[in-house]
C-alpha cells in the first residue's frame, strides 16, 4: 500500500506538470525541470520507504527472537523445552548483526546469545548412565557463565570426584533458566534435579549421597530437601550433606568451624590476589574489603551477619559483609559503604562472598551500570580507589576441600 502511494503521487504530479505542458521552449524547460524535480522527490520518497520497511522488518525479527527467548527464560521444564531451545538459537543465528542488536523482551537482550562467557566444552555436564551402585549428586543453583561454570561447579565437582574414586559423581541444577540459557546457546545438557533422580533410579543406584553447593540453609537447599522426600523410598540410603557454611544458628553470634575456614581462605585469597604481604599490611594502606553475597528473605539471612561476626572474632577489622539483596539490611551496598568510610577506610576491593562468580560478581558487583557495587562505591565520593576480584568460591582448593569433607561426613554417618 505504501508503495502504491508513493506511485499515485508521482503520477498525479506529472500529470499536473502536463497540464502546464504547452507552448514555448521556456515553458518546455519548465517542464523538464519540474518532472525532474518530481522524478528525484519519488525516488526520495522509495529509498525512504524501503529504509522504513527494512527497519520494521529488522525490527520485527528482532522481536520474534525476543519472544523464544523469553519462551525459555522460565523454571519450569516441559516436553516442549529442547525443540523451544533449538528454536530459539536457530532464529538468532538468521539475525544480522544489526538485528542482534534489536532484541529486547521482557528478559531477553542480545547478551543471551552474544556475550561471550568462555568455551563451554571445557565443562563436563555429568549427565552420563552407568553410573553404578554408588552415586555422589553434586547440587548446584548453577551458572551460565561458562569459565565460571568451569572453574568453580566443576572445580568443586572435580574435587570430589578425585576424593571418592569408586563413587559416580553426577551433576544437577535447581535454576532451570540458566540449565535452558546452556542449552540453548551451547547445546550443553544439564540435568535438573528430578532428572538427576530419574537418572539414578534409572541407573538401579543402591546409596545415593546429595551434596549441595549451596552457601548455606536457605530457600533453595529447602526446595532441594523437599525434591529428595519424593525419590527416597526408591534407594536404600539416602544421605545428605551440609551446604558450605553448615549449621545456620540461632542468631548473628552463632559461628563454627566451617565459617571460620571460608572467612580466613576467602580473606587470604583476596589479599594475595590484590598484592598485599598480609591483611594487617593491607589495613596500614587503608585498604578494606568488601564481600558480596546474595542476601536472602529467609531466615538463613543471618548467616551473613554471622559471617561479620566471624571477621571481627579473627580480627578482620577491616573486611565487611555485603548482599545484592540488602538482607540483613546492614549489608545493604549503602550501609558497607558508609561502615567502611567511618571507619577510615579509603581503597576498597570488592570480591563475591558466591560459590559462583557468575551473573551477580560480573554485573550487580563489578558492572558498568550505576546501580552495580563497583559505581556506586566510586559515586559516593569517599575513596580513592575501588577495585574487583571476579572469583567465585568453588575455584579456591581449600573451599573445595570443605565440601569434600562434608561428603566424607555423609558416606560416614
Not at 136 to 159: C, H, M, P, Q, Y
Not at 188 to 203: F, G, W, Y
Not at 212 to 232: F, I, R
Not at 384 to 394: R, Y
Request: glycine share 6%; with cysteine; charged share 30%.
Amino acid at each position: 500500500m505504501k508503495k502504491r502511494a508513493v506511485a499515485l503521487l508521482m503520477a498525479a504530479l506529472i500529470g499536473t506538470v502536463g497540464m502546464t505542458g504547452c507552448g514555448n521552449s521556456q515553458t518546455e524547460t519548465t517542464k523538464d525541470t519540474v518532472e525532474e524535480t518530481v522524478k528525484q522527490d519519488a525516488t526520495e520518497a522509495e529509498e525512504a520507504l524501503a529504509e522504513t520497511e527494512t527497519e520494521d522488518a529488522d525490527q520485527a525479527a528482532a522481536d520474534k527472537v525476543a519472544s523464544l527467548i523469553d519462551a525459555i527464560y522460565v523454571q519450569e521444564r516441559t516436553d516442549d523445552t529442547d525443540a523451544q531451545c533449538e528454536e530459539a538459537k536457530a532464529a538468532w543465528n538468521a539475525l544480522t548483526d544489526a538485528q542482534k542488536e534489536l532484541v529486547e523482551g521482557e528478559n531477553a537482550d542480545p547478551d543471551y546469545f552474544g556475550r561471550d562467557t568462555g568455551d563451554a566444552s571445557l565443562d563436563d555436564p555429568r549427565n552420563q548412565d552407568e553410573i553404578g551402585d554408588n552415586e555422589i549428586l553434586v547440587v548446584s543453583f548453577g551458572t551460565s557463565f561458562n569459565d565460571s561454570r568451569v572453574a568453580d561447579v566443576k572445580g568443586i565437582e572435580d574435587a570430589i570426584q578425585e576424593a571418592f574414586p569408586d563413587w559416580s559423581v553426577r551433576r544437577a541444577f535447581t535454576a532451570q533458566i540458566i540449565i535452558n540459557h546452556v542449552q540453548a546457546r551451547d547445546g550443553e545438557k544439564i540435568d535438573n534435579v528430578d532428572q538427576a533422580l530419574d537418572r539414578a533410579v534409572s541407573n538401579g543406584v543402591k546409596n545415593l549421597v546429595i551434596q549441595p553447593t549451596h552457601l548455606m540453609h536457605g530457600a533453595e537447599y529447602d526446595e532441594l530437601m523437599e525434591t529428595v522426600d519424593n525419590y527416597k523410598d526408591k534407594f536404600e540410603t539416602v544421605k545428605i550433606a551440609e551446604p558450605l557454611l553448615g549449621e545456620v544458628g540461632s542468631d548473628a553470634t552463632v559461628i563454627n568451624d566451617d565459617k571460620k575456614a571460608v572467612a580466613e581462605t576467602l580473606t587470604a585469597e583476596a589479599v594475595k590476589d590484590s598484592g598485599y604481604d598480609s591483611l594487617d599490611a593491607a589495613k596500614e594502606d587503608k585498604t578494606a574489603y568488601v564481600f558480596m553475597g546474595h542476601g536472602t528473605a529467609h531466615v538463613a539471612k543471618v548467616s551473613y551477619s554471622q559471617m561479620q561476626s566471624q571477621m571481627k572474632e579473627l580480627g578482620y577489622d577491616n573486611v565487611f559483609i555485603g548482599t545484592v539483596e540488602g538482607e540483613p539490611e546492614d549489608t545493604a551496598c549503602e550501609a558497607v559503604i558508609k561502615a567502611a568510610a567511618d571507619a577510615g577506610y579509603t581503597k576498597i576491593v570488592l570480591r563475591p562472598l558466591m560459590v559462583v562468580a557468575g551473573d551477580h560478581a560480573n554485573n550487580d558487583m563489578a558492572g558498568e551500570d550505576d546501580d552495580s557495587w563497583v559505581s556506586m562505591f566510586k559515586a559516593s565520593g569517599n575513596f580513592e580507589s575501588v577495585d574487583t576480584q571476579i572469583h567465585g568460591l568453588g575455584s579456591v582448593d581449600a573451599i573445595q576441600q570443605i565440601y569434600v569433607q562434608h561428603t566424607t561426613n555423609a558416606i560416614n554417618e
